[in-house]
């Protein structure tokens, strides 16, 4: 009898395991057609802008086209009413007078005629041979010849119907994909960093363009141009959807290529955030730039929390400087720790403004370069386990780290009694006039 329960009870959970797979089986294939559906719908979308594009082109080409010969036609058939009514007019001039002279010797014919059916009037003979002498019958004025005056002809090159046949056959494409798309979208504190690369092989990029807005808004706006394939775009609020999209410029043209695919990302991380109210020190409106002032009170400014996780790259960008001394510091440290001048002190790495590095207060022997206006200094944090029982605290961490600036870094292991998933940040500056970002 129990056998037969617990058969039953066996062929029971297999019906329920059965159902729950169909369930999820279900699920994951009404998943795929929304996919597919979304596919379709990105391919009959774009096919239709495709058409409107192409459509406008030529539209507005066939109408530029057309005026451009319509004003080239006016043109040649002004020129060719300008040179005839500019060599008419000496033939006309000349008519003119011939036609006066053939009146004028018909006249005199008429005359003499008469003169000489009057008799032997000498009077009149006289008086007629005089009137014949004074009007130059011998005088006739020059007619050019056929090859003296212009002969207009058209001439009309039946061979740029050829090349503008040529260029039309060639000139437009149709891409499938366009030459550059989103590859990453990773989350930063107050910010997503954008990767893209280049998807067609013929297509040789000069510069990227790259648009992003909020899913609510209707436009998009550009963040960054440039030869680079990534960017961080900087004051993202988290938790709110972004789209972006990138296209590029081909090497040696003014044109932009298509847009790629928007692609929809978001941070969770909050983003960094100076602690405000410490005297010596001014703020941005995001909190996120700090500018030492003229008070003469020296000490940290900390974070507002400890926002740098470790795996993760934290950035302080010197905006201006001021005068340098031994005592400033930029880094990170395990907490907060009031009443310290400087982060150059235990439970804390740093880097000085002259370049030396700092751990839990000692210095290295290993330098960066000087810290100037428009370096970067960067933090790599990463949190490596020694084992059990190293210590009388009962075990050990180091947090391995890489201090990076003016394109030289510095590596080295940070042993702490306790792991640290999560850091304060810090800076001080002895003297006014430094401002640095962090991100």
Not at 226 to 250: M, N
Request: negative net charge.
């Amino acid at each position: 009898m129990r056998g037969m329960e617990k058969e039953a009870e066996t062929l029971l959970q297999e019906a329920k395991e059965s159902i729950e797979a169909a369930r999820n089986y279900g699920r994951e294939l009404r998943q795929r057609l929304q996919g597919l559906q979304q596919a379709r719908g990105q391919i009959r979308e774009s096919a239709a802008q495709s058409r409107h594009v192409v459509q406008q082109h030529f539209c507005h080409l066939k109408g530029a086209l057309l005026k451009l010969l319509d004003e080239r036609l006016a043109s040649l058939l002004q020129q060719v009413d300008s040179i005839e009514q500019e060599n008419i007019k000496p033939l006309d001039d000349c008519q003119k007078l011939i036609e006066h002279g053939v009146s004028t010797a018909e006249d005199l014919v008429r005359e003499g005629e008469i003169a000489i059916g009057g008799g032997e009037e000498n009077e009149k003979l006289c008086s007629f041979t005089k009137k014949a002498l004074h009007i130059q019958l011998d005088s006739l004025p020059e007619v050019p010849s056929l090859v003296e005056v212009p002969c207009l002809s058209a001439q009309l090159d039946d061979s740029l119907l050829t090349v503008v046949k040529d260029r039309i056959l060639i000139h437009g494409t149709i891409a499938s994909q366009p030459p550059v798309q989103i590859e990453e979208l990773v989350e930063r504190p107050g910010g997503i960093l954008v990767r893209w690369c280049k998807v067609d092989d013929d297509f040789v990029p000069q510069d990227y363009r790259l648009q992003y807005r909020k899913s609510t808004a209707d436009h998009f706006e550009d963040v960054y141009v440039g030869s680079e394939t990534e960017f961080l775009v900087l004051q993202i609020d988290p938790q709110v959807d972004y789209q972006f999209r990138v296209c590029a410029r081909g090497d040696g043209r003014q044109e932009w290529s298509p847009w790629s695919v928007p692609q929809l990302g978001h941070t969770t991380l909050v983003p960094h955030e100076w602690t405000t109210g410490l005297e010596g020190y001014s703020l941005s409106s995001r909190r996120n730039i700090a500018l030492r002032n003229d008070s003469p009170y020296c000490g940290v400014l900390y974070s507002k929390a400890p926002t740098y996780y470790c795996g993760q790259t934290l950035t302080f960008r010197i905006d201006s400087i001021g005068q340098p001394d031994k005592q400033d510091s930029l880094g990170v440290c395990v907490e907060q720790q009031n009443g310290h001048e400087s982060l150059q002190r235990d439970k804390a790495v740093c880097i000085s403004t002259n370049g030396a590095v700092f751990v839990n207060g000692k210095e290295m022997t290993n330098q960066l370069p000087p810290v100037s206006a428009g370096s970067t200094v960067t933090f790599d944090v990463e949190a490596v386990y020694l084992g059990p029982a190293i210590n009388s605290n009962g075990g050990a961490f180091k947090l391995r780290v890489t201090v990076s600036s003016n394109n030289r870094e510095v590596v080295f292991d940070w042993v702490l009694n306790q792991l640290c998933d999560k850091l304060y940040f810090g800076c001080s500056f002895t003297n006014p006039g430094w401002k640095v970002l962090v991100f």
